[in-house]
């Protein structure tokens, strides 16, 4: 497994570079069997304040083509840091251990992916100073997927909300974090009663 450990607004020392590695080798092959694509590893400095400042790391495990399981952890230790997203990823990973040794999920179903144009949008009717760019960062597939695999991918990602394409019916559907902690389900095939 090719894990890439980078630093942003600092130098990574091999100490923590091997730290970060060691840990997130043994989450991975604990749960995993080693069996991933890859891993990523941002460690960042961050200011709270203009005496403190923070470590963040930043993790992303590519566990398969179009699946990705994201968590970070701050702290103003480097390595406590890194453990806590480590523990976060360990956690995420362990809730959905069963669903996510099956081989049979890391395929989508035998249906043409659906890819998502994005673009930069520049809103000219409220141009002001405070109001922000929308802008879309990368290109995305939309999976077919049933509700429930798609609320495990944006657990795992740590993601707002996931667009999917429902496995029983093909249309688009949107799963969401709520703000009282649920998770909401837009289906707009589903007719009201």
Known sequence: MPITITGKHLEVGDSLRDFVGQELRKVVSHYMGGDILEAQVTISKTHISKEKSAFKTDISVHISRNFVAH???QDE???RSATMAVEKLEARIKKYKNRLQDKKRHRDIEHEPMFAQQYILNAEEDSGEDTPLIIAEMASEISQLSVGEAVM???LADAPLMMFRNASNGELNVV??????????IDPTRKMV
Do not use: I, L, Q, S
């Open 77 to 79: 230790d480097a390595y």
């Open 176 to 185: 969401y974090k709520r703000h009282d902690g649920h998770v909401g389900w």
């Open 153 to 155: 991918r944006m657990d």
């Open 71 to 73: 968590c970070h952890g």
